[in-house]
Each structure stands twice: as structure tokens, then as C-alpha cells.
């Protein structure tokens, strides 16, 4: 008996031995820079801010929030959207009411801490730059516009996994219900475009005359359409097909067929066209595809349902920021000059609001800022590639 009884303790010790080895995970969490000094730093930028460009984001957003209360967390902190919401009305009125510089600045110091999303000083944040491009369309098909933008399928089907629980509240699985069962993904890219296991099925909305204008619209996420008559259309997203999505851009660059400091969709472009050998090996990297919805309506609209507004709003990953956080950031943009070349660049530090996401938009230090419609924010758009700071303006007090 004695002898069960000690085999018994070990087998009960050898499964806690077991417990104890398996690593529990715990995500990063933002943490907070010395605040005496991040103020002050920033302060006159601060009292410099486009006002209007705020007030446009303010105007959309607290309605948003009066509606529908949530908990943000930010830094293992807990805030209601409530308390955050009363803080963002007084600063809208305190901006609508033509307060001074000095009013705005010791309102936002006295009422949120400035929180880093790097766990080190010394890591920057990776911002890039989104737009709306615009694009010569048809509504019918012909020998020119042959390549077709597509609504959402209905047998794409998505499967939200937040009942699981709080690590997977974002998490989205795409694919299609065959036998009574979810498969994921759903079709790739190139069954899409190269075996066209679409066509015919009635999912065609518009058709483009430029296979890589098709990546190039899917990439910003939505594009206007200039049709024939005159008429403008935006194409805005609608779903996608679940598949991860990868940089060309990278891989490109990794295979040397452009230098790394020399990659640009307008680069990029010009590389398929004198090399069409190398097309499918190149697009078909990226299997991520992207479905669209047609608006007669041209207002560009984030992922959180709101209009966005050129400089004011970014991308985010939400697994590290809130929707509808309210954010400094710092970065140098690029000033472009004649043929599309960097002449040099401009300090850019700018309260914005976390209003979109992106399929390439991950991690705690990757920001895309929108910056607008057309080709003249398309080429900031494509250039804009700088390291720089952002910061969380998280209500006081928050537990």
C-alpha cells in the first residue's frame, strides 16, 4: 500500500512539474514614458495643432461613443467610454469655443497621461501612409476594362471566435461552409484572378483596364470610380477572404529586384510592366484578397463605421489600441517634388484618432495615417516610410 501511495505522489507531482513548465503567454502591454518630461517636449507642438482637422474627428466620434458604452484598456488600465467621452466633449467645446493654445495644452496635461506603446525607449513606431486613389472604371465589361473588382460572395462566410473568450475577442476566421462544415480560408488570389473561380457567378460590381490597379485598390482598402458618363462611384471594403497578407513590396526587395530603399508601388508597377515573366510570382505572394461594396456617396470610411479624415485618422491594430483612441503622434513625412522624387521632409506631430485597421497594419508599432484622396496624397502615400513616436492620451486615473 505504502508503495502505491508514493507512486501515486509521484505521478501527482511529475503532472504539477508539467503545469509548471508550460509557459503562460501574456500579451505586450503599453507602457508609460516619464510623464514630467513628455509634456513638455511636446508642448508647443501640441499648441500648434490643426484644430479643424480634430474637431471634424471629435464631431463623429463622441456621438459614437454617447451610444454605445465600452471599456477601453490601454496600458493594463480600465476607463469607461463614458468618462473618456465626457473628456472629449470638453476638449471639443473647449476647440469650438476658440480657446487659447495654452487653454487646449493644460486641458489635455491635466486630464490624460501620454502613453508609449514601445516597451523600450529606444524602439520607434513604423508609420506608413494610406489614400483613396482614383481609377478610370466600367460598369460592363470590354477588350480594355476586363479586370473585375468584386463584391462579396455570398458563400464567404465569417466566424467571430469571441465567445472563446477575451484572447481571442478580435480574432475573425473567413472561409465557406462545404458538407455542413466551416473550411477556412477561402479562396486565394490567384484562384480568384488567375483560375477565376468567381467569374460568371454575378459578383462583378466594376472592371478596371489594369490587373495592378486591381492590387493596387485592394491594398488602400477602397478607390474611386470614374465611369464613362462622368459619374463618380467609390469602392469602398466590404470583406475579405482571410487569407494573410504579404508584402510584394518585401519580397521584391528581398529578391533583389529593386533595391530595398528604392521600393514604391510606382516602382513596383513599372517593374511588371518590363517584366511580365515575373508577374505571377510576384502578385500571387500576397494571397490576401479584398472585397468591395459600391457607394454613390464619396465620404472614405474606417473600419469603426466613421468617416476618416485626411491627417487625423490612422490605422491600427486593435489588439494594442483601442478604436476611437485619441493619439500624438510624431514622424517626419516626405516632401515630394518633380517626377515623384523625396526633395526632403517635414516634422509632422498631430493629435489623431485610431479610426481604420489594415490587413498589414500588426503590431504594437505599425501605424498607417490617412492622408487623403487623389494622386497628390497617393504620392505622399507611397513614399511615406518613417519612424517615429506615438503616443495614447489615456483619461487620469484610470484603474
Known sequence: MKRIFVLFFVVILFACAKQIEKKV??????????????????????????????????????????????????????????????????????????????????????????????????????????????????????????????????????????????????????????????????????????????????????????????????????????????????????????????????????KNYISEDEVSFDNIREFLKNNPEKYDEIIYQNQSYIFFNLKKEIVATGSAGLPLIENHSIAVDRNYIPLFSMCLIDLDKPIVGEENLVTGFNNFTEIVFAMDEGSAIKGERRIDLFLGFGDDAGKVAHRLKSEGELFVLVPKSSN
Open 25 to 254: 503567454e501574456i500579451p505586450p502591454v503599453l507602457t508609460t514614458l516619464p510623464k514630467e518630461n513628455i509634456w513638455d517636449k511636446y508642448k508647443e507642438k501640441i499648441k500648434a495643432i490643426d484644430r479643424q482637422g480634430v474637431i471634424k474627428n471629435l464631431e463623429t466620434i463622441i456621438p459614437k461613443l454617447d451610444k454605445n458604452e465600452r471599456i477601453f484598456m490601454v496600458n493594463g488600465k480600465n476607463f469607461s467610454s463614458k468618462k473618456y467621452c465626457e473628456k472629449l466633449k470638453t476638449f471639443y467645446n473647449l476647440l469650438d469655443n476658440d480657446a487659447s493654445s495654452d487653454e487646449l495644452f493644460l486641458f489635455l496635461k491635466e486630464n490624460f497621461d501620454l502613453e508609449k506603446i514601445n516597451p523600450s525607449k529606444e524602439e520607434k513606431t513604423l508609420f506608413t501612409g494610406y489614400y483613396i486613389p482614383t481609377f478610370e472604371a466600367r460598369f460592363k465589361e470590354d477588350e480594355i476594362f476586363k479586370y473585375p473588382i468584386y463584391k462579396k460572395p455570398d458563400d464567404l462566410k465569417l466566424l467571430k471566435l469571441s465567445p472563446l473568450g477575451s484572447d481571442f475577442k478580435n480574432v475573425i476566421l473567413y472561409g465557406k461552409v462545404e458538407d455542413d462544415k466551416f473550411k477556412v480560408p477561402y479562396y486565394s488570389r490567384e484562384e480568384i484572378d488567375k483560375e477565376n473561380v468567381l467569374k460568371g457567378k454575378n459578383l462583378e460590381i466594376a472592371f478596371l483596364k489594369d490587373p495592378i490597379d486591381i492590387l493596387l485598390i485592394q491594398i488602400q482598402g477602397s478607390g474611386v470610380l470614374s465611369m464613362e458618363d462622368g459619374n463618380l462611384y467609390l469602392a469602398s471594403f466590404s470583406a475579405k477572404n482571410g487569407h494573410p497578407y504579404k508584402s510584394i513590396g518585401k519580397y521584391i526587395a528581398e
